[in-house]
């Protein structure tokens, strides 16, 4: 079941291209978007990194070996250390349910730790000079 918390809204983004920001106040723990997810099969896997979606795609089932096509405002959610929101992926329901980690105010954008745990300060791929 997709739902959409009614007071969000994407706009351009001080910190990359596109984001998802708060109309009103969110508190922690609401739900913000409950995204259906398009699983590609493994197969595929390999093949997303030469299409435009490599920056778009999470990782998904249990052993990771899947793609994963956020829908909805899913794949609009921008990557922070210091995030406000956190996602918990459903791998039987195929969604990624988005939730406010930290009170949102006004205007804020709405961040997500892509690495899955909101306060991992593990580098992302595009944060490494390696």
Not at 25 to 48: N, Q, Y
Not at 56 to 85: M, R, T
Not at 97 to 123: Q, R, V
Request: net charge negative.
């Amino acid at each position: 079941m997709a739902q959409r918390h009614p007071s969000v809204y994407i706009a351009e983004s001080p910190i990359h291209g596109r984001g998802v920001f708060a109309a009103q106040p969110i508190a922690a723990g609401e739900v913000i978007e409950i995204c259906p997810v398009l699983v590609l099969p493994e197969e595929d896997f390999e093949l997303i990194h030469v299409t435009a979606l490599h920056d778009y795609y999470f990782l998904w089932g249990e052993d990771e070996k899947q793609c994963g096509i956020v829908l909805g405002y899913g794949s609009i959610y921008n990557h922070s250390y210091e995030p406000n929101a956190e996602y918990s992926p459903d791998y039987k329901a195929n969604t990624l349910s988005i939730y406010c980690y930290k009170d949102i105010e006004i205007g804020d954008e709405i961040t997500l730790n892509y690495n899955g745990d909101p306060d991992s300060k593990n580098l992302m791929w595009f944060d490494r000079t390696d």
